[in-house]
Nanobody
C-alpha cells in the first residue's frame, strides 16, 4: 500500500497550489481519502475528505470556500485545489485512506484512516 503526495511548495499569500495524492496497493474507489495537515507545535488538523458515494465531501471551517477536493478513480488520485492561501495554511499536508462508512465521512475521524502518505510541505509567505 502506498500513498504519494505531490504538489507542495512555496507560494505567496493569496496564491494557489494543487496537491495530488496518488494511491496504489488497494482498491482505491472503496476508500475515503482525506487531507490532513500539521505544522510545528500544533495538532493534526483534518482539512478535507472525499467519500466513495456521491463524492461526499467535508471541509474544515478554516478552509471552506478556499479549498476544493476531488477524486479521479481511474487515476487512483485525489486532488486538493488550494486557493487564496494564507500564511496559517503553512504545514505538512498528508493524505490518508480509510474505509469510512458514508454517514461518517463528515465526522472526519482520523482514527478511521488506515493508510497514510509521507506528506508534502506547503509554505505560504506573507
Amino acid at each position: 500500500v502506498q500513498l504519494v503526495e505531490s504538489g507542495g511548495g512555496l507560494v505567496q499569500a493569496g496564491g494557489s497550489l494543487r496537491l495530488s495524492c496518488t494511491a496504489s496497493g488497494f482498491i482505491f474507489e472503496r476508500y475515503t481519502i482525506g487531507w490532513i495537515r500539521q505544522s510545528p507545535g500544533k495538532e493534526r488538523e483534518g482539512v478535507s475528505c472525499i467519500g466513495t458515494e456521491h463524492n461526499s465531501e467535508y471541509y474544515a471551517d478554516s478552509v471552506k470556500g478556499r479549498f476544493t477536493i476531488s477524486r479521479d478513480n481511474a487515476k487512483n488520485t485525489v486532488y486538493l485545489e488550494m486557493n487564496s492561501l494564507k500564511p496559517e495554511d503553512t504545514a505538512v499536508y498528508y493524505c490518508a485512506a480509510g474505509t469510512v462508512a458514508p454517514y461518517r465521512v463528515s465526522t472526519f475521524d482520523l482514527r478511521e484512516y488506515d493508510y497514510w502518505g509521507q506528506g508534502t510541505q506547503v509554505t505560504v509567505s506573507s
